[in-house]
Nanobody
Framework: VQLQASGGGQVQAGDSLRLACAAS????????MGWFRQAPGKEREFVAA????????YYADSVKGRFTISRDNAKNMMYLQMTTLKVEDSAVYYC???????????????????????WGQGTQVTVSS
């Protein structure tokens, strides 16, 4: 069971990037999935999450309106479209999945790292001014 994040890079402030998370080893079409990020010297923080059905999405206040999380269950993929990037968005971005299937939670639960048992390796996003 593996999650592989990709799509990071070095961009200018105001640019856009699209991160992808490829799941392998099993289907994640019935699992909550999310994106977290960690900047140097800081704790890993919640960025966005999507319910197993894709019908509900959740965002950190700092990215709301700029980032969009989506999933393609047929391809076992999850995405994070990032627009209007800021210097403070620079971090290593991680994708993660909840092992429980077809489970719905209250809103705040999606933001907790403890909800997610499966983590991919990160992809670096660097935004320069």
């Amino acid at each position: 069971v593996q999650l592989q994040a990709s799509g990071g890079g070095q961009v200018q402030a105001g640019d856009s990037l699209r991160l992808a998370c490829a799941a392998s080893g099993r289907t994640f079409s019935e699992n909550v999935m999310g994106w977290f990020r960690q900047a140097p010297g800081k704790e890993r923080e919640f960025v966005a999450a999507i319910s197993w059905s894709g019908g509900s999405t959740y965002y950190a206040d700092s990215v709301k309106g700029r980032f969009t999380i989506s999933r393609d269950n047929a391809k076992n993929m999850m995405y994070l479209q990032m627009t209007t990037l800021k210097v403070e968005d620079s971090a290593v971005y991680y994708c993660a999945a909840d092992e429980r299937r077809r489970t719905t939670y209250t809103g705040p639960s999606y933001r907790s790292r403890s909800l997610y048992e499966i983590w991919g390796q990160g992809t670096q996003v660097t935004v320069s001014s």
